[in-house]
């Protein structure tokens, strides 16, 4: 096919001038970072949106955490973990991303022995005025569950 | 410079650090690797895989109801 010929619906015409790749080879290409929404994600999300409803340090709010968290882990222990991709390295990707939890816990430790009040305070003081919010603990809430969905999908 | 500040800025710098770390690993920087990677790993043992169970758990009681 030469370079611009379109008779072919498949093929791409700015694809075809470098390397006569066709649009069903670039649909079946892995998508890196951004894959289409689905309905688990808007569960996700009519989830989030209706446990952000409920402030924190309430018992509605205890459940609403509670819930997911029981059901993750439920789920996690009846299915089996997928294997590492062939290229991963786990010993140093958990050693650097241990190192990255342990500055940061030590770091929440000097916060909460320095006086854990508005002067001094740990990361759950900093984020009170967000997640006093709607919209702040909607976000939490999405991402938080969002992790939970990741780790049992692993 | 108040101690709010320097606490602020503190948890800040660590975020960042994750974050660099996070967007080096996924521009291909193979020193660096994915907080998902390092997660995966953790849930292929026993102890990880708890460990890392009860980190959530605890970030979402924590955070979102406690």
């Given at each position: 096919?030469?370079?611009?010929?379109?008779?072919?619906?498949?093929?791409?015409?700015?694809?075809?001038?470098?390397?006569?790749?066709?649009?069903?080879?670039?649909?079946?290409?892995?998508?890196?970072?951004?894959?289409?929404?689905?309905?688990?994600?808007?569960?996700?999300?009519?989830?989030?949106?209706?446990?952000?409803?409920?402030?924190?340090?309430?018992?509605?709010?205890?459940?609403?955490?509670?819930?997911?968290?029981?059901?993750?882990?439920?789920?996690?222990?009846?299915?089996?973990?997928?294997?590492?991709?062939?290229?991963?390295?786990?010993?140093?990707?958990?050693?650097?991303?241990?190192?990255?939890?342990?500055?940061?816990?030590?770091?929440?430790?000097?916060?909460?022995?320095?006086?854990?009040d508005p002067e001094h305070p740990t990361l759950s003081l900093?984020?009170?005025?967000?997640?006093?919010?709607?919209?702040?603990?909607?976000?939490?809430?999405?991402?938080?569950?969002?992790?939970?969905?990741?780790?049992?999908?692993? | 410079?108040?101690?709010?500040?320097?606490?602020?800025?503190?948890?800040?710098?660590?975020?960042?650090?994750?974050?660099?770390?996070?967007?080096?690993?996924?521009?291909?920087?193979?020193?660096?690797?994915?907080?998902?990677?390092?997660?995966?790993?953790?849930?292929?043992?026993?102890?990880?895989?708890?460990?890392?169970?009860?980190?959530?758990?605890?970030?979402?009681?924590?955070?979102?109801?406690?």
């Open positions: 096919m030469s370079n611009g010929d379109t008779s072919d619906p498949h093929t791409l015409w700015w694809c075809s001038c470098t390397d006569g790749t066709t649009l069903a080879q670039v649909l079946k290409r892995p998508q890196v970072g951004l894959r289409r929404p689905d309905r688990w994600d808007a569960a996700t999300v009519g989830y989030a949106s209706l446990a952000a409803l409920f402030t924190p340090l309430s018992a509605p709010a205890a459940v609403a955490v509670l819930l997911p968290g029981v059901l993750v882990v439920v789920l996690r222990a009846m299915r089996p973990v997928g294997d590492l991709p062939r290229d991963a390295r786990p010993y140093r990707a958990a050693a650097q991303w241990l190192v990255l939890a342990v500055v940061g816990a030590l770091w929440w430790l000097v916060a909460f022995l320095w006086g854990n900093l984020l009170d005025p967000v997640l006093e919010t709607y919209p702040g603990r909607l976000l939490g809430y999405t991402i938080w569950l969002g992790a939970g969905r990741w780790l049992v999908t692993r | 410079m108040s101690p709010y500040a320097v606490i602020a800025t503190g948890f800040a710098l660590v975020v960042v650090a994750m974050l660099g770390v996070q967007l080096a690993a996924a521009a291909g920087q193979r020193r660096f690797h994915r907080l998902g990677e390092a997660s995966h790993a953790a849930l292929t043992t026993r102890f990880g895989s708890w460990a890392v169970l009860l980190l959530w758990l605890w970030t979402g009681f924590h955070f979102l109801a406690r």
